[in-house]
């Protein structure tokens, strides 16, 4: 696609449920993020992806948070037995490999999640 | 660890110029720099990468002093559509992850 898509933009969940927020990043994009947003506050890494491997997750505030990216290109963030806590807008970004350093991020719209 | 930035807010009138701050405690690879409008995805302005480096992007532009692990994005002769919320997002010699300052809220008005 053109750009990042994320699903579902909005998500209400009781505590304790479990969700599931999808990633499309932009085709041929190597690396994908995923970044929390709690209101007025910067975007906070929580766990990132080149290709399919998982090179960092030490972001994921705990382990109710899962993510995968089985084929390298759409990605799912897991947050098992949401708490209020998790309440937050979860966004996605994708990026062009670069030997150097992270190139520019392109995010996607975020999954706002409002847990009750 | 989290960039801090300064200031915290900035309120112009258009066509006036604003210097926001970008300071890290860790030896850094690169600085970017977003906006993010309210209720939207930052959007991408620049990267920088060595130090001392400047770049420019319209009226804005930034330095980043490697030594100082510090960087400052310049906004001269402000427009309406500045207005958003900025943030620097820095990434450490040996990782790939881009950790995101603290944020400076930008309103310029008419």
């Known amino acids: 696609g053109a750009g990042v898509s994320q699903s579902p933009r909005y998500k209400v969940a009781k505590r304790g449920q479990d969700v599931a927020l999808r990633c499309d990043p932009i085709s041929g994009h190597v690396s994908l993020f995923w970044y929390q947003q709690a209101l007025g506050q910067g975007p906070e890494f929580l766990t990132y992806?080149?290709?399919?491997?998982?090179?960092?997750k030490s972001g994921l505030p705990s382990d109710r948070f899962f993510a995968e990216r089985p084929e390298g290109s759409v990605s799912t963030l897991k947050i098992q037995r949401t708490q209020q806590e998790d309440s937050a807008v979860y966004l996605c970004?994708?990026?062009?490999?670069?030997?150097?350093?992270?190139?520019?991020?392109?995010f996607g719209e975020g999954s706002r999640l409002t847990v009750l | 660890q989290q960039p801090v930035q300064s200031p915290q807010a900035v309120i112009l009138r258009e066509g006036e110029d604003a210097v926001i701050n970008c300071s890290s405690s860790k030896a850094l690879y690169s600085v970017h720099w977003y906006r993010q409008k309210h209720g939207e995805a930052p959007v991408f302005l620049m990267i920088?990468?060595?130090?001392?480096e400047q770049k420019g992007h319209e009226k804005i532009s930034a330095s980043f002093n490697e030594k100082k692990q510090q960087s400052s994005l310049y906004l001269t002769a402000s427009q309406l559509s500045y207005s958003g919320t900025y943030f620097c997002?820095?990434?450490?010699?040996?990782?790939?992850?881009?950790?995101f300052g603290t944020g400076t809220r930008l309103q310029v008005f008419p």
């Open positions: 992806f080149q290709n399919e491997a998982q090179l960092d």
């Open positions: 920088l990468l060595k130090g001392g």
């Open positions: 970004a994708s990026s062009l490999v670069s030997d150097r350093n992270t190139g520019e991020l392109f």
């Open positions: 997002g820095t990434e450490k010699i040996g990782t790939d992850k881009l950790i």
